[in-house]
């Protein structure tokens, strides 16, 4: 799962930084440039009129009027050579010279060259777009009205209104003359109106003014495209940017995300109805692959678990039969049978398969408890030498005659080993049981150790056992042919409960060919911290 977690990260995070690539490498040069051209539309108005205003002027009473501008808009003109313009590329330099205006977006200036001159004309309003007239900074609007007031008094043999339609066009935004009081729908517009003899509408972004020393007022506006209208809408495409990459990238990740989980759902659903087969095929690459490897293992497990079990109640039930058809066999002869002698040995018989029934339960249950945990191994340290000794005794007089020998390499006094000594003494024991009962002479154990591993080993001098079956002797009721059939007393539990034993210890069983001549079982676990010399 950490897979899906680490890849949603890095998600946003490739998405944050693709969105802000696109922000700043594509879109805010885009809007710089938008911005910077509406900055022109809207000062081109006050430069074509301050332009208009010297070129009627003789030169040499530029400064005069340039004084006068500077009076009347708060120093907001200056002149200054064309060669001290600075801060602009060559492009821009060379639309200066062809009299064009141009500004340096960055420092909120502006400049145009006067014709047949090598002055130029700067302004540096100091705040961007449609705020020059609807702002704080009104220089730019006093600068308007004196100059459209000296355009008029230009044409005083035309009427205002005439002089006013020759004016009008060179502004980049509606202008508009009138000579009634505006009537606002704000009672409050209105008296500041009348108070001060000016109005901003903000969300227009319209000013209404009066023209000074004239009864006329002037409505400039609306100025449409200023600066808050493209930032108010420049950020909802930022908005609406992000996401969209959001979106198209939580999409790219979440479909084959959903692909798989419904794979994998599909996949339980037809478990759960009984088709242990089911598996998930999905790309190693998948988000949840980690998801999908478990369930498979999952459900390779339990499929195993059943096919074992059923096997494993095909095997008892197998088990059973046979003492069961026995007893029922002596029961019905012992009624038929007036002989005391018979029906004391068919008395005897039932015993004998009583006893063999019992003991069949017993492995079955302590191999099913084994299996499941349910034995908890209490390790401890114990003198292997003498373990050894008391394990193997016992069956130094067996029936059978076999000869029972043992000899350990560890020293009778110091050495130690750490296992749990009742588990695998029942181990030992039912190897050596083993051994015996296909044994034609010999059994022999050892223990051993070498340094990181204690071997025990059982050989016997039988007839042993084929590398190709060697692996079937540990499932439980598995038995061979060559004589290790059901009639020597075997029900095939033993090695699988070794196994079982030796799986607690961290260890392994295999079996190998005996110098003996038979089969030889090694039991193999690991030295533990704290076995000692």
Known sequence: MKK????????????????????????????????????????????????????????????????????ASGSLVSLLPLEEVESLDEKELSAIKNGKLQSIYEEDTFFKRLKNSDLVLRMKPGTHGSYWYTGEDERVTALTLHLIGLELKRYDQMSPEQAFEIIKPVFGFPIKLGTSVPQFDDPMATREFKRSGIWIDMDDETVWCNLPETPYYLKLGPLLEGQSYILRHAIYGIIGLFVLLIGFSAFLWTRPLWRDLDRLAGAAERFGKGDLTSRVNASPRSDISDLIRGFNTMAGQIESEISYRIELADAISHELRTPLARLRFAFAMIEESRDEQKRHTLSQEIELNIEELDKLIQEL?????????????????????????????????????????????????????????????????????????????????????????????????????????????????????????????????????????????????????????????????????????
């Open 4 to 71: 899906i977690f680490i890849k949603l990260y890095l998600l946003v995070l490739l998405t944050l930084a693709a969105g802000l690539f696109i922000t700043f490498a594509i879109f805010l040069p885009l809007l710089s440039g938008i911005e910077k051209k509406d900055d022109l539309r809207i000062m081109q108005g006050v430069f074509k009129l301050a332009a208009r205003e010297l070129a009627n002027t003789p030169r040499s009473e530029w400064n005069n009027r340039i004084k006068a501008m500077k009076t």
């Open 365 to 533: 249950l302590f191999y099913s408890r084994m299996e499941h945990g349910l034995i908890d191994p209490k390790f401890r340290e114990v003198n292997s030498a003498n373990w050894l000794k008391e394990c193997v005794e016992p069956f130094f007089k067996n029936n059978s005659g076999i000869e029972v020998r043992y000899h350990s390499v560890q020293s009778d006094t110091a050495r130690t080993a750490r296992f749990e000594p009742h588990l695998m003494a029942r181990a030992l024991s039912n190897l050596i049981s083993n051994g015996i009962r296909y044994a034609k002479k010999t059994v022999l154990v050892s223990l051993e150790l070498d340094g990181a591993h204690y071997h025990l080993n059982v050989e016997d001098d039988g007839c042993g056992i084929a590398e190709a079956q060697r692996e079937k002797v540990f499932i439980p009721f598995t038995r061979l042919d060559d004589g290790r059939d059901r009639e020597s007393g075997n029900h095939g539990l033993g090695l699988a409960i070794v196994r079982s034993i030796v799986a607690r210890h961290g260890g392994e069983v295999r079996i190998e060919a005996s110098s003996l001549g038979g089969a030889a079982f090694q039991i193999s676990w690991p030295v533990f911290p704290g076995d000692q010399s």
